[in-house]
């Protein structure tokens, strides 16, 4: 933890929520659907969302579009996993947000207003470009060779 970074507290949480989202995307994709701890995984998430006091039994029978994992739990698995990425994507701008409103990276916490760089000319350049050099080859892959991809 960065030195006391848990205490920005909106910054954490933001964190906190990426991290499940992202293996949520996973899980739903790949893990559950063809993974080999297929049963295991919907009875652990069945278990699971079933003690939830009031909305239990609903949200069982969301999950899996009735009492079985078949057809439509797929296809609604794999529709998820194309939305939370793009879920991922907000709450990643949503971060870099909060993580741009304490400066620069200081881990030691260590006062530094004098030397502190303004956040709009440098840092949304800098992500900017970087979104944009990340961007482009990944699209240029996905568009003109997308056999690579798998």
Known sequence: ????????????????????????????????????MSFWGATVITNLFSAIPYIGQTLVEWAWGGFSVDNPTLTRFFALHFLLPFMIAGLTLIHLTFLHESGSNNPLGVVSNCDKIPFHPYFILKDILGFMFMLLPLTALALFSPNLLG
Not at 1 to 8: D, H
């Open 1 to 36: 933890f960065y030195y006391g970074s848990y205490l920005y507290k909106e910054t954490w949480n933001t964190g906190v929520m990426l991290l499940l989202t992202l293996m949520a995307t996973a899980f739903v994709g790949y893990v559950l659907p063809w993974g080999q």
